[in-house]
Protein backbone atom coordinates (compact mmCIF):
# COMPACT_ATOMS: atom_id res chain seq x y z
CA UNK A 1 0.00 0.00 0.00
CA UNK A 2 1.28 3.30 -0.70
CA UNK A 3 1.34 5.62 2.26
CA UNK A 4 0.74 9.23 2.27
CA UNK A 5 1.82 11.81 5.18
CA UNK A 6 0.67 15.46 5.24
CA UNK A 7 1.41 17.70 7.85
CA UNK A 8 -0.92 20.86 8.27
CA UNK A 9 -2.39 23.30 10.33
CA UNK A 10 -6.05 22.89 8.32
CA UNK A 11 -6.00 19.26 8.11
CA UNK A 12 -9.89 19.80 7.25
CA UNK A 13 -8.94 21.48 3.76
CA UNK A 14 -7.87 18.08 2.75
CA UNK A 15 -11.25 16.16 3.60
CA UNK A 16 -12.33 16.68 0.09
CA UNK A 17 -9.44 15.35 -1.89
CA UNK A 18 -9.39 12.19 0.26
CA UNK A 19 -12.73 11.30 0.37
CA UNK A 20 -14.34 12.03 -2.93
CA UNK A 21 -13.03 10.86 -6.32
CA UNK A 22 -10.06 9.20 -7.60
CA UNK A 23 -8.18 9.24 -3.98
CA UNK A 24 -11.02 8.59 -2.43
CA UNK A 25 -11.54 5.33 -4.49
CA UNK A 26 -7.89 4.58 -4.02
CA UNK A 27 -8.19 4.39 0.08
CA UNK A 28 -11.31 2.15 -0.37
CA UNK A 29 -9.55 -0.13 -2.33
CA UNK A 30 -6.75 0.03 -0.12
CA UNK A 31 -4.27 1.53 -2.98
CA UNK A 32 -3.29 3.98 -0.71
CA UNK A 33 -3.45 4.87 2.87
CA UNK A 34 -3.66 9.02 3.41
CA UNK A 35 -2.72 10.12 6.88
CA UNK A 36 -2.91 13.68 7.84
CA UNK A 37 -0.95 15.19 10.59
CA UNK A 38 -1.71 18.49 12.30
CA UNK A 39 0.86 20.28 13.53
CA UNK A 40 -0.78 21.78 16.75
CA UNK A 41 -1.09 18.25 18.15
CA UNK A 42 2.66 18.39 19.15
CA UNK A 43 2.91 21.32 20.43
CA UNK A 44 3.44 21.82 24.54
CA UNK A 45 1.36 24.10 26.66
CA UNK A 46 1.51 27.62 25.70
CA UNK A 47 4.25 26.39 22.79
CA UNK A 48 3.54 28.19 18.97
CA UNK A 49 3.88 26.92 15.92
CA UNK A 50 5.33 29.37 14.48
CA UNK A 51 7.71 32.90 15.81
CA UNK A 52 8.92 35.45 14.21
CA UNK A 53 12.20 35.38 12.34
CA UNK A 54 16.02 35.83 13.06
CA UNK A 55 17.24 39.00 11.80
CA UNK A 56 13.66 40.53 11.73
CA UNK A 57 11.33 40.77 8.30
CA UNK A 58 7.47 40.48 7.86
CA UNK A 59 5.92 37.59 8.95
CA UNK A 60 6.11 34.12 10.92
CA UNK A 61 8.21 31.27 10.16
CA UNK A 62 7.18 27.85 10.98
CA UNK A 63 9.43 26.62 13.80
CA UNK A 64 11.76 23.60 13.80
CA UNK A 65 10.85 22.13 17.06
CA UNK A 66 7.53 20.93 16.34
CA UNK A 67 8.00 19.73 12.80
CA UNK A 68 10.84 17.67 14.17
CA UNK A 69 8.63 16.22 16.87
CA UNK A 70 6.10 15.60 14.06
CA UNK A 71 8.45 14.05 11.44
CA UNK A 72 9.87 12.02 14.02
CA UNK A 73 6.56 10.27 14.87
CA UNK A 74 6.06 9.69 11.28
CA UNK A 75 9.29 8.86 10.42
CA UNK A 76 9.17 5.72 13.34
CA UNK A 77 7.27 3.55 11.03
CA UNK A 78 7.73 5.09 7.74
CA UNK A 79 9.06 3.49 4.95
CA UNK A 80 12.89 3.21 4.37
CA UNK A 81 14.68 6.44 3.36
CA UNK A 82 15.53 5.04 -0.24
CA UNK A 83 11.54 4.04 -0.45
CA UNK A 84 10.52 7.26 0.21
CA UNK A 85 9.93 10.88 -0.31
CA UNK A 86 9.89 13.86 1.69
CA UNK A 87 8.81 17.30 0.70
CA UNK A 88 8.25 20.66 1.60
CA UNK A 89 5.80 22.91 0.00
CA UNK A 90 7.63 26.72 -0.95
CA UNK A 91 7.37 29.25 -2.70
CA UNK A 92 10.78 29.38 -3.21
CA UNK A 93 11.54 25.29 -4.46
CA UNK A 94 11.75 23.92 -8.19
CA UNK A 95 8.21 23.47 -9.80
CA UNK A 96 6.85 20.14 -9.26
CA UNK A 97 6.62 18.00 -13.09
CA UNK A 98 5.02 15.36 -14.03
CA UNK A 99 8.48 13.48 -14.10
CA UNK A 100 8.64 14.05 -9.91
CA UNK A 101 4.53 12.27 -10.06
CA UNK A 102 6.03 9.23 -11.55
CA UNK A 103 9.37 9.23 -9.84
CA UNK A 104 7.42 9.46 -6.18
CA UNK A 105 4.59 6.83 -7.50
CA UNK A 106 7.13 4.75 -7.63
CA UNK A 107 7.91 4.79 -3.86
CA UNK A 108 6.40 3.51 -1.10
CA UNK A 109 5.81 6.48 0.94
CA UNK A 110 5.42 10.31 0.67
CA UNK A 111 5.64 12.61 3.02
CA UNK A 112 4.82 16.53 2.47
CA UNK A 113 5.28 19.40 5.02
CA UNK A 114 2.99 22.17 4.43
CA UNK A 115 4.61 25.54 4.23
CA UNK A 116 3.14 28.72 5.99
CA UNK A 117 3.14 32.30 6.42
CA UNK A 118 6.55 33.46 5.14
CA UNK A 119 7.82 29.56 5.45
CA UNK A 120 9.85 26.90 7.28
CA UNK A 121 12.61 26.81 9.48
CA UNK A 122 15.56 26.08 7.17
CA UNK A 123 17.11 23.78 9.57
CA UNK A 124 14.43 21.06 8.90
CA UNK A 125 14.60 20.84 5.53
CA UNK A 126 18.50 20.08 5.83
CA UNK A 127 17.79 18.08 8.53
CA UNK A 128 15.46 15.66 7.17
CA UNK A 129 17.19 16.33 3.53
CA UNK A 130 13.71 17.59 2.52
CA UNK A 131 12.92 18.70 -0.86
CA UNK A 132 11.80 21.90 -1.64
CA UNK A 133 9.22 22.38 -4.66
CA UNK A 134 6.56 24.86 -5.81
CA UNK A 135 3.97 24.40 -7.45
CA UNK A 136 4.32 27.66 -10.39
CA UNK A 137 5.73 30.79 -10.30
CA UNK A 138 3.21 32.20 -7.71
CA UNK A 139 2.59 32.66 -4.53
CA UNK A 140 -0.36 30.77 -2.17
CA UNK A 141 -1.21 31.83 1.29
CA UNK A 142 -0.04 28.43 2.49
CA UNK A 143 1.46 25.10 1.03
CA UNK A 144 -2.17 23.03 1.55
CA UNK A 145 -2.82 23.70 -2.56
CA UNK A 146 0.28 22.73 -3.50
CA UNK A 147 0.43 19.55 -1.60
CA UNK A 148 -3.36 18.42 -2.60
CA UNK A 149 -1.99 18.92 -6.45
CA UNK A 150 1.25 16.85 -5.80
CA UNK A 151 -0.74 13.88 -3.88
CA UNK A 152 -3.28 13.97 -6.38
CA UNK A 153 -0.73 13.82 -8.98
CA UNK A 154 1.35 11.18 -7.34
CA UNK A 155 -1.53 9.00 -6.02
CA UNK A 156 -3.12 9.03 -9.84
CA UNK A 157 -0.10 6.83 -11.35
CA UNK A 158 0.24 4.62 -8.57
CA UNK A 159 -0.34 1.13 -9.37
CA UNK A 160 -4.20 -0.17 -9.29
CA UNK A 161 -5.51 3.13 -8.78
CA UNK A 162 -6.36 4.04 -12.32
CA UNK A 163 -6.16 1.41 -15.62
CA UNK A 164 -3.17 1.52 -17.40
CA UNK A 165 -5.30 2.36 -20.55
CA UNK A 166 -6.11 5.95 -19.06
CA UNK A 167 -2.28 6.68 -18.60
CA UNK A 168 -0.99 5.96 -21.75
CA UNK A 169 -2.28 9.07 -23.42
CA UNK A 170 -2.80 11.95 -21.23
CA UNK A 171 -0.89 14.96 -21.37
CA UNK A 172 2.98 15.29 -20.18
CA UNK A 173 3.88 11.85 -21.92
CA UNK A 174 6.12 10.68 -24.30
CA UNK A 175 4.38 12.28 -27.31
CA UNK A 176 3.85 15.76 -25.31
CA UNK A 177 0.96 17.51 -24.69
CA UNK A 178 -2.50 15.63 -25.43
CA UNK A 179 -4.30 17.00 -28.11
CA UNK A 180 -7.96 18.51 -28.53
CA UNK A 181 -10.75 15.85 -27.57
CA UNK A 182 -14.41 15.57 -28.79
CA UNK A 183 -17.86 14.31 -28.20
CA UNK A 184 -21.33 13.99 -28.68
CA UNK A 185 -22.99 16.35 -30.62
CA UNK A 186 -20.69 15.77 -34.10
CA UNK A 187 -21.56 20.08 -34.76
CA UNK A 188 -21.90 22.39 -32.07
CA UNK A 189 -21.96 26.58 -32.19
CA UNK A 190 -21.06 25.57 -36.16
CA UNK A 191 -18.00 23.83 -36.01
CA UNK A 192 -17.50 20.01 -36.79
CA UNK A 193 -15.85 16.94 -35.21
CA UNK A 194 -13.28 16.62 -37.37
CA UNK A 195 -14.34 14.21 -39.90
CA UNK A 196 -11.21 11.68 -38.95
CA UNK A 197 -12.65 10.08 -35.34
CA UNK A 198 -15.90 9.65 -36.92
CA UNK A 199 -14.63 7.48 -39.89
CA UNK A 200 -14.10 4.20 -37.57
CA UNK A 201 -10.54 3.93 -39.09
CA UNK A 202 -8.65 3.71 -36.27
CA UNK A 203 -4.82 3.60 -37.69
CA UNK A 204 -5.55 7.28 -39.21
CA UNK A 205 -7.33 8.10 -36.05
CA UNK A 206 -4.15 7.13 -34.01
CA UNK A 207 -1.70 9.52 -36.26
CA UNK A 208 -4.09 12.42 -36.22
CA UNK A 209 -4.19 11.71 -32.69
CA UNK A 210 -0.13 12.00 -32.65
CA UNK A 211 -0.28 14.90 -35.23
CA UNK A 212 -2.55 17.38 -33.03
CA UNK A 213 -0.43 15.96 -29.99
CA UNK A 214 2.91 17.41 -31.62
CA UNK A 215 0.94 20.36 -32.89
CA UNK A 216 -0.29 21.57 -29.85
CA UNK A 217 3.32 21.01 -28.16
CA UNK A 218 4.99 23.02 -30.47
CA UNK A 219 2.28 25.52 -29.61
CA UNK A 220 2.10 25.85 -26.24
CA UNK A 221 5.07 24.36 -24.87
CA UNK A 222 7.59 23.45 -27.05
CA UNK A 223 10.35 23.01 -24.32
CA UNK A 224 8.41 19.46 -24.15
CA UNK A 225 9.21 18.38 -27.64
CA UNK A 226 12.20 15.98 -27.84
CA UNK A 227 15.33 17.16 -28.96
CA UNK A 228 16.56 16.18 -32.41
CA UNK A 229 18.37 13.02 -32.91
CA UNK A 230 22.10 14.27 -34.51
CA UNK A 231 22.22 11.08 -35.92
CA UNK A 232 19.32 11.47 -37.84
CA UNK A 233 20.43 14.91 -39.49
CA UNK A 234 24.45 14.60 -40.08
CA UNK A 235 26.32 17.86 -40.75
CA UNK A 236 26.88 18.48 -43.78
Known amino acids: MFRVDVVTLFPEMFAPLIGLSILGRAQERGVVDVRLHNLLDVLGHGERADDRPYGGGPGMILRAEPLARMLETILADAAPPERRALLVT ?3 GRTFTQADAQAFAALEQLVVVCGRYEGVDQRVIEAYGAQELSLGDFVLTGGEIPAMAFVDATVRLVDGTLNEASLETE ?14 PPTFAGI ?45
Request: aromatic content about 6%; hydrophobic content about 30%; glycine content about 6%.
Open 192 to 236: DVPAVLLSGDHAKIAAWRREESRRRTAERRPDLLPAPDPLRFPKR
Open 171 to 184: SYGPEGLEGPSYTR
Open 90 to 92: SAA
